[in-house]
């Protein structure tokens, strides 16, 4: 009988990912090691590694995609030198650790697209290579490579027979003994046989498998009566290891590992109400596509504003005296409707791990192209994001890390001379503050010279050498966001052509955050991104402009005030407002908008806002209050406008534009 691989293709493309990218992490970690001479302090490292390897080998074996196993097993057998040996761990193995790493994720990518794609017998000879070379270096010299497993026909033909074999310790083995495992995988697994194989392999790692109920053939049939796994193993292994290795797995609901003269337990009385132990809860996690939580938060999103509008149709048709049933109702439904709300964007909450455990990587790969030593640390990895700004941040994370790597830090013999560490330091941190999420990226390197960014602005044509010389060294400083602006004295392919920093700035203002640049020449750079949790349902601030309501994101708002207009301080023909110590340029946003105006009204509110090149004030009719709202992308044509970045729809039907300042001005 054969089992319809294909529905479990998305699962075995997202699971190898992720052991993929971890493995790359881990090999950083050990090239770290390697180069301190710590290797015999990396153990955990390695063994991290080889798990990740073996993990991906099996999995591959059991979607019979064997050229994917095959290379699996190879850099398994490469790191299996590092574990029986620590001290053989050097940086020309990881090298070809990461390169198989990469091939590999490209194997997984075209896989996800149906086909099955053959090991690079280059790659394959790479490591192998690589293999006896270490092999020869101390230690077990005799020890050889594992032969590669061999393909899928030939392992269903022979694995019950294999498992008949090993039911006895081969001769001469000291200090085996058999271990009963019993491993029950979760309910709320969609592909139980295809875990409990990989729990077999797993258990393979450690020993010998005398045998398994039921048995391989089975599992790669699809077949697990009752979700439960029986399996007898061979090991010289202490428990707790076996414990470790069966903990990696994800979807095991009960793990039962006995000593071989232990009696089993009496069976456990049910958990009351139906409950599964504590264990189990842990593990109940479900894969959702991401289009279909995208749908959801659309749906509760018009939930929120149909509730509204309920709460404002009542308001018209009732008399004030008679309506509080229908009040108490409303409140009762918009109650019901927030808390479906709130559930929904703790789903779609993400770690930012997500997007920075590749960093170490990128540094690594650029300080490699440019003769530099470069430690990355990561904090706060753990603080979760909306989804949707996660996905945004990954690309100027990116560009702002390979900026400080590429024009920050000195080259070690540069950072010497000047009494520094020879290799430098990154630091991504990230923390909470209130309903927002800071992402600092700090540098120990050389700093930025706002004397050169402002001569850089000149030259390019930005700016007037007046308006150059009338710039703080804080203004200074964010001229390196302007397009097409670079110091670099020389292009390579990791910078130097004016584009990046730009492209960061209008990521982080187009998901409603703000960037903010500090450096101090000699003593490093700090790039720091203010992010709103979430783009779904933001506050904003609703202003009147003429007859018209518009909104603006609070998180870009700084300040109010009541002015005349006709007795604010200019500045080169234009008012400016004194506000926190510093003087903010007034416009009038009727003006920007292109508004009629009739009345020659001198008394209005200036909301102090962030824009392109720092604060600016907006001079408005009226302020009318915050509110929740829900935002829609715009739609053809009015998402060509300049100033407009998204809608909402007020409780009482009215539609509300929100303004991008940065845009609005630049127009």
Known sequence: MSVDLGKYLSLYVAEAGEHLAAFARDLVVLEDAARTGAGASARDAIDSCFRHAHSVKGMSGSMQLDGIGALAHRAEDLVDVFRRDPARLDAAAVDVLLAAADAL?????????????????????????????????????????????????????????????????????????RVPVEVEIAGSCPVPAVRAFLVVKKLAALGAVASARPPVDDLRAGRIPGRKLAVQLDTSEPLQAVERALAQI???????????????????????????????????????????????????????????????????????????????????????????????????????????????RAARDVARKLGKQVEVEVRGAEIELDRAILEELSDPLLHVLRNAVDHGIEPPQQRVLAGKPATGKVVVQARRERSRVIVEISDDGKGMDPARLRAAAVAGGALTEAQATALGDREALLLACLPGLSTAGTVTDVSGRGVGLDAVKRTVDAVGGTLELESAPGAGSRITFRLPLTLAVQPVLLVRVCDEVLGLPIAKVHGAAQVELS??????????????????????????LGFPRDDARDDRAVVVAEGGDGRVGLAVDALLGQQEAVLKPLGVPLDAVPGLSAVTVLGNGRPVFILDVQRLLAA
């Open 567 to 592: 007795r604010l301080d200019r500045s080169r023909g234009a008012p400016v407002l004194a506000y926190d110590g510093d003087l903010v340029p007034v416009h009038d946003l009727t003006r920007l």
């Open 250 to 360: 994800a979807d095991i609901s009960a793990v039962t590992i006995r000593e071989p003269d232990e009696e089993p337990a009496p069976a456990a009385a049910p958990a009351a109400a139906g409950r599964e132990p504590d264990r189990a809860e842990a593990s109940r996690t479900v894969r959702v596509r991401t289009e279909i939580l995208d749908g959801f938060l659309d749906a509760v999103g018009e939930l929120i504003l149909a509730t509204a509008r309920i709460r404002e149709v009542g308001k018209t048709l009732l008399p004030q005296g008679t309506r509080a049933p229908l009040d108490e109702s409303v409140d009762r439904l918009h109650a019901i409707v927030k808390d479906l709300h709130d559930k929904v964007m703790a789903v779609r909450m993400t770690p930012l791990a997500l997007v920075t455990e590749r960093l170490p």
């Open 105 to 177: 994720q490209e194997m997984v990518q075209a896989a996800a697209t149906g086909a099955n794609p053959a090991a690079d017998p280059a790659m394959a000879e790479r490591l192998a290579q690589e293999t006896r070379r270490l092999e020869g270096v101390g230690g077990d010299r005799g020890a050889a490579p594992r032969e590669p497993p061999p393909p899928a026909p030939a392992r269903a033909a022979a694995g019950e027979e294999a498992t008949r074999r090993r039911a006895e310790p081969p001769p001469g083995a000291r200090g085996l003994r």
